[in-house]
């Protein structure tokens, strides 16, 4: 099971850095394929907040445009007066398009009861009553297949 873990951590804090050095906020992930690759991206950031994007969605369109699978994923953010970066758990919309891959993709979540402040879970305990889940044939989540279609 690979999860989220220091190297993906390390990986969307240098995509952060080579794309914002000096914003004294800023947003990037860093994805695990299921070849072993990294995709790290940004958030896309617009004048008309409702355009904005998750630093999720490009490395999880590229992986879908790839046809490969995200195994793990991370989000990490600098925020203005605060030391340090922050993991930033999956939000809802980034659940839903990481659930394409399945309940046992792992995100790297916000977790104060860890030394690190965060920690790796799958998705099927970040969101444990996935909606999906009434359509998922006898199993616990939908297929890939299903989520395609
Ligand atoms: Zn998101």
């Known amino acids: 099971m690979t999860q989220a873990d220091q190297h993906l951590f390390d990986r969307a804090v240098e995509q952060m850095e080579q794309r914002w050095p000096d914003a004294p906020e800023a947003v990037a992930a860093a994805a695990y394929l299921d070849d072993g690759s990294v995709l790290t991206g940004v958030s896309l950031d617009n004048f008309n907040a409702a355009m904005n994007l998750c630093a999720e969605t490009g490395p999880i369109c590229e992986a879908y445009s790839r046809g490969r699978r995200i195994v793990a994923s991370i989000c990490v ?54 909606w999906a889940a009434a359509f998922a044939e006898g199993d616990v989540w939908p297929s890939t297949a299903q989520h395609a279609s």
């Open 77 to 130: 953010s600098r925020e203005a007066g605060r030391d340090g970066f922050t993991v930033l758990s999956p939000c809802g919309a980034c659940q839903e398009r990481l659930a394409i891959w399945g309940p046992a993709v792992e995100v790297g979540v916000y977790d104060p009861s860890s030394p690190s402040y965060w920690s790796s879970r799958p998705l099927l305990e970040v969101n444990p009553y996935y």
